[in-house]
């Protein structure tokens, strides 16, 4: 059994910062990768960075440059600077027992979300 918890959502304004935490237990595995991902009212889930094993992480063009994901033992963080009403939405963490990828089916296990608000 494996368990990913989020916390660290909240209401911002337009250019402030957020820190998302993400506790994992049970039966996780250092080799997996693991991902952030964010769904707003009304859309598809989207992918916003992940981190692999090795440390080497990637990002999508959406959030690069303002948004850093790292892991310390068993939390996955995602630091997010200047951020913007269209970040708004449900974070998720996720993690995959293969490759990392950009593609939500690939990952096996997730949590039940974050809420984040930007406002104007």
């Known amino acids: 059994q494996v368990q990913l918890a989020e916390s660290g959502g909240g209401s911002v304004q337009a250019g402030e910062s957020l820190r998302l935490s993400c506790v994992t237990s049970?039966?996780?595995?250092?080799?997996?990768?693991m991902g952030w991902f964010r769904q707003g009212p009304g859309k598809q889930r989207e992918w916003v960075a992940f981190i692999l094993p090795d440390s080497r992480t990637g990002y999508a063009d959406s959030m690069k440059g303002r948004v850093n994901i790292s892991k310390d033992k068993n939390t996955l963080i995602l630091q997010m600077d200047t951020l913007k009403p269209e970040d708004s939405g449900m974070y998720y963490c996720?993690?995959?027992?293969?490759?990392?990828?950009?593609?939500?089916?690939?990952?096996?296990?997730w949590g039940q979300g974050t809420q984040v608000t930007v406002s104007s």
């Open positions: 049970g039966e996780t595995n250092a080799a997996w990768c």
């Open positions: 996720a993690a995959a027992r293969g490759a990392c990828s950009s593609f939500a089916p690939d990952y096996h296990y």
